[in-house]
């Protein structure tokens, strides 16, 4: 039962274009969001996070949005840029229990050049 | 300083042997996660550490899949009688303190492959 979908399983975006990764949720009872990049042959690192009573959070080139009432969120970077090609996994998290994470099944974005 | 190391980065075994994957978190960091990646899937939550609590096991599929943290630092998932279906990406994280807005920092990864 996937908690957390990634309905996109890649995305192909120009360099300097807006590239947006889109995320479903269907557990009322996550009220923490992140996203992870992974490169080949690592490990996802954390790119951004927001809580529940946000409905957005900005880091530079990245922007995460969320809509609890849609139980969406999506990563928004601008400009996109070559070295961002990876792929972008969507997680969640609930405030109680083993706080692990709630992973969908990643969007491989490739930036042109 | 130095992040998540795992071992080995690739295990190649034949279906009905065991194998152990080791873990070491970043020093000084109390909560470690194991998940794992199949082919087409997200990461899957196996198995989660914290401090000295009882670990919580309940993402495990099965009771041929084990896990122990000795002095609350490397761990080792071990898999008994592996089955080509283990076949996957093991993938540990650690955090500071296992708090729901702690970063998780996830190792490399050891690829299993089961023949």
Known sequence: ???????????????GRISILNCDYTNSMFDYF??????????????????????????GRFTVF?????????????????????VYFCAASKVTGANNLFFGTGTRLTVIP | GAGVSQSPSNKVTEK??????????????????????????GLEFLIYFQGNS???????????FSAERTGGSVST??????????????????SRAGAWTD??????????TVL
């Open chain 2, 54 to 64: 009882a670990p919580d096991k309940s993402g495990l599929p099965s009771d041929r």
């Open chain 1, 66 to 86: 969320l809509n609890k009432s849609a139980k969406h969120l999506s990563l928004h970077i601008v400009p996109s840029q070559p070295g961002d090609s990876a």
């Open chain 2, 16 to 41: 009905g042997k065991d194998v152990e994957l080791r873990c070491d978190p970043i020093s000084g960091h109390t909560a470690l996660y194991w998940y794992r990646q199949s082919l087409g899937q």
């Open chain 2, 77 to 94: 998932l071990t898999i008994q009688r592996t089955q080509q279906e283990d076949s996957a990406v093991y993938l540990c994280a650690s």
């Open chain 1, 1 to 15: 039962d996937q908690q957390v979908k990634q309905n996109s399983p890649s995305l192909s975006v120009q360099e």
């Open chain 1, 34 to 59: 992140l996203w992870y990049k992974k490169y080949p042959a690592e490990g996802p690192t954390f790119l951004i996070s927001i809580s529940s009573i946000k409905d957005k959070n900005e880091d």
């Open chain 2, 103 to 112: 970063t998780q920092y996830f190792g490399p990864g050891t690829r299993l």
